[in-house]
């Protein structure tokens, strides 16, 4: 079975300062899915970023990027020139490969607090 | 933009009576899913559903859980009797084939009391 970890529950950053969230999971597949969803206090699961296994790239988006480690099993993301509307509960998740209609497991989430 | 829509938005209901929530997926995907999340927990998965079946179920996902896709459109998750540990925010999400993003709907806060 696949886990996926986020060892911390809560952080804050300042405003336009970068934060790091760290997410490791636990897999046997060699290629799946890595994502992180935001989800602001409205309660929508909003995707953020997703990255493909099989890509060594780091997968970028705008002030949001990750660093992928297959070899650790890290998928962490980095929010660069944080925002208020930054502050959220981020999940890291994760999916095995397309076929057989695979779900999505998710990590336990951090609450992300940006400061003014 | 298509999105995933879910109804109603929040349903009390009486411990032991029925529910149904409501999700319409995006029009041209395939793959359906339920999630559940219990307030300020995990997201934690229930059931998928592919080609009018479930495909994979948690072991949350008892018997009084059950899914269906009644018409074209709508996808539907029922519990039959209701107990106060369901009270959770259920989210439905959709993913088209050959594609890894599942989009989510808004969610359904059901609060059993």
């Known amino acids: 079975a696949q886990t996926v970890t986020q060892s911390q529950p809560e952080m804050s950053v300042q405003e336009a300062e970068t934060v790091t969230l760290s997410c490791t999971y636990d897999?046997?597949?060699?290629?799946?899915?890595l994502f992180w969803y935001k989800q602001p206090p409205s309660r929508q699961m909003i995707l953020v970023i997703r990255?493909?296994?099989?890509?060594?790239q780091n997968a970028t988006e705008n002030r949001f990027s990750v660093n992928f480690q297959k070899a650790a099993k890290s998928f962490s993301l980095k929010i660069s020139d944080s925002q208020l509307g930054d502050t959220a509960m981020y999940f890291c998740a994760f999916m095995k490969h397309l076929d057989n209609n695979n779900d999505m497991r998710f990590g336990a989430g951090t609450r992300l607090t940006v400061k003014p | 933009e298509p999105e995933v829509t879910q109804t109603p938005s929040h349903q009390v209901t009486q411990m032991g009576q029925e529910v149904i929530l409501r999700c319409v997926p995006i029009?041209?995907?395939?793959?359906f899913y339920w999630y559940r999340q219990i307030l300020g927990q995990k997201v934690e998965f229930l059931v998928s559903f592919y080609n009018n079946e479930i495909s994979e179920k948690s072991e949350i996902f008892d018997d009084q859980f059950s899914v269906e896709r009644p018409d074209g459109s709508n996808f539907t998750l029922k519990i039959r009797s209701t107990k106060l540990e369901d009270s959770a925010m259920y989210f439905c999400?959709?993913?088209?084939?050959?594609?890894?993003?599942?989009?989510f709907g808004q969610g359904t806060r059901l609060t059993v009391v």
């Open positions: 990255q493909e296994a099989y890509k060594q």
């Open positions: 999400a959709s993913r088209y084939t050959g594609t890894a993003e599942a989009f």
């Open positions: 029009s041209n995907h395939l793959y």
């Open positions: 897999t046997s597949e060699s290629n799946y899915y």
